[in-house]
């Protein structure tokens, strides 16, 4: 049958794709396990792979190209998912499916395997970023095929063929994880009346057990790309894990929400984003200093079409393409300083500067000015509330 390449985490239902794939098919398996700054050693994977009945197995670090060329771009864009979802494993997909689709052309494949569910949006996302990238290339889902209907089936299946494994019956949660969150699903998660409990947190010290004491952080951003941590210049994975570090130790960035897949259902999830989150209301205080009023509230209503796009699985769609070019445009005086204070899971923007202010105090203040003259507050009250005057003498004058 060939070569096929499987999208490899080393989880469960990757773990047993590898031997499916040759019973079922005949292919050889090539594994290619994408660091995105997953947390964890991953060269055991190595060995675990070809023990599974891998052929070759690829550990590509792609936490760079991670941060530079897919979270920045969301940032700058304001990107939130039904206001909420910081979109970190929608956006780590189509990185994934580039480079599955580089090593497919390198091993001469003729197709590539995911472990997305029939049920998820990252079946989804893989497939047309594929398609997108290499359209030649054909498509192996197993969850679609095999008789596999849980994960309580899916843990049977690896005992029976001696796999080892990172779930048990009992931690049975699905997780997704990399440099900018961590998600979790599934179990008591599934009934959105149940509140989360502390265990299941990877990232962030729940909030009652955080610090008594604020901490204070501030970022600098050029042109809209966060650049340093207190005064610090740091790369971009750097300043990510620091962050998170700060973040995390100060209860920030749970996030706990039902969202509407794209496949139709409603699923409940617990996500950490602790440095995304600060990222976030840092960066859009610094939007509100710097932008005019039309461009910011046009660029806030664009930024729901960018989330659904990019949670949809379209990265790779023209009009992605083009709105990233928009938000290029905005951000050319999106640079300055903005500080934060964390406090028990609180996230608070509580100073912001920037040479590109259009801030101006002797505008605003409520003390005695010479250049505002409030005389001409009349002449615009009266132009800009002249069609509701003229409604209003229509009706008067229809009632006659």
Request: aromatic fraction near 8%.
């Amino acid at each position: 049958m060939g070569t096929i390449v499987l999208a490899y985490s080393g989880g469960l239902d990757t773990s047993i794709i590898i031997p499916w794939l040759k019973e079922n098919y005949g292919y050889e398996v090539v594994a290619v396990c994408v660091d995105l700054g997953q947390g964890e050693d991953l060269s055991p994977l190595r060995e675990k792979a070809v023990n599974s009945g891998a052929a070759k197995i690829y550990i590509e670090d792609a936490k760079k190209e991670f941060v530079t060329d897919f979270i920045w771009p969301v940032l700058k864009s304001g990107a939130l998912y039904e206001g909420k979802y910081l979109l970190g494993t929608s956006f780590a997909r189509p990185l994934i499916a580039k480079r599955l689709v580089e090593i497919a052309r390198l091993e001469k494949a003729v197709a590539i395997a995911h472990g997305a569910t029939g049920k998820g949006n990252d079946q989804v996302r893989f497939e047309i970023s594929i398609k997108a990238l290499d359209p030649d290339l054909k498509i192996v889902a197993p969850w679609r095929e095999w008789n596999i209907r849980s994960r309580e089936d899916a843990i049977q299946y690896a005992e029976d063929r001696g796999i080892p494994l990172p779930v048990t019956r009992v931690n049975i949660y699905s997780r997704d994880s990399n440099l900018w969150h961590m998600s979790h699903e599934g179990a008591d998660l599934e009934d959105p009346w149940n509140q989360y409990q502390d265990h299941i947190l990877q990232m962030i010290t729940p909030p009652e057990k955080a610090p008594d004491l604020p901490a204070y952080v501030e970022i600098d951003f050029v042109q809209g790309v966060p650049v340093a941590v207190d005064g610090v210049e740091l790369g971009p994975v750097a300043l990510i894990e620091r962050l998170n570090r700060l973040a995390g130790e100060n209860g920030v960035g749970i996030v706990s929400l039902v969202e509407n897949r794209l496949v139709g259902m409603k699923s409940r999830g617990v996500y950490e984003c602790p440095g995304g989150t600060i990222l976030y209301l840092a960066h859009r205080e610094l939007e509100n200093l710097t932008l005019d009023r039309r461009t910011l509230h046009f660029k806030e209503r664009a930024a729901v079409e960018y989330a659904e796009l990019v949670y949809d699985g379209n990265w790779f769609s023209h009009l992605k393409k083009s709105l990233d070019a928009f938000v290029d445009k905005t951000q050319e005086n999106v640079t300055g300083k903005v500080r934060v204070k964390l406090y028990k899971g609180c996230c608070t923007p509580v100073g912001v500067k920037s040479p590109y202010s259009l801030y101006r105090a002797d505008l605003a203040t409520f003390g005695e000015d010479e250049v505002y003259s409030h005389k001409d507050a009349e002449g615009f009250i009266n132009l800009f509330g002249l069609p509701l005057r003229v409604q209003a003498m229509m009706e008067r004058d229809a009632k006659k």
